[in-house]
């Protein structure tokens, strides 16, 4: 069984919907090799990213950064995963209320740093909250566990 971890930092119910979707979309009926494990960026740490085979990672874009929750995340599991987790196949999420290019940044240098391997480019759910939002991110989960299903990640 390969193993998928969620971590995303969800503050309101539209976030809280987009990390719903995120593990709906990883959790779908045709998937059935991937163990699906869902934490906030708070409850989440080193062994949870040295058990996990794909991570998919979520957050709002705060001051033109990461959420102070995903940034403690990584200064907690940064180093202690360094060396074990090179290449570990990545994706991302940012809920943008402006346009995320801070917040994009900031966690693709963390990433790049780790040596994690991204499948896809970051998806930027910016402005305005959109009902599509949603429908992106449950992708984004579907596509990320079916990858590593397939063992194409």
């Not at 740490?45 to 102070?68: Q, W």
């Not at 907690?76 to 917040?103: F, M, N, W």
Request: proline share 5%; charged share 25%.
């Amino acid at each position: 069984m390969k193993q998928l971890l969620i971590v995303a930092h969800a503050p309101s119910s539209n976030t809280r919907g987009l990390r719903a979707a995120a593990e709906r979309g990883a959790r779908h009926p045709d998937i059935e090799a991937v163990e699906v494990t869902v934490k906030a960026p708070l409850d989440a740490g080193p062994d949870d990213v040295r058990r996990c085979d794909a991570i998919l990672l979520g957050t709002t874009e705060n001051l033109g950064y990461m959420s102070g929750a995903l940034k403690d995340f990584f200064d907690r599991s940064y180093y202690p995963v360094l060396e074990d987790k090179q290449g570990l196949p990545c994706a991302l999420y940012i809920r943008a209320g402006h346009d995320g290019t801070g917040t994009r940044r900031a966690v693709e240098s963390i990433v790049t740093g780790l040596r994690w391997k991204w499948v896809q480019e970051p998806l930027l759910l910016r402005g305005e909250w959109q009902d599509d939002f949603v429908d992106q991110v449950e992708e984004l989960g579907l596509y990320l566990a079916a990858g590593l299903e397939a063992g194409i990640l």
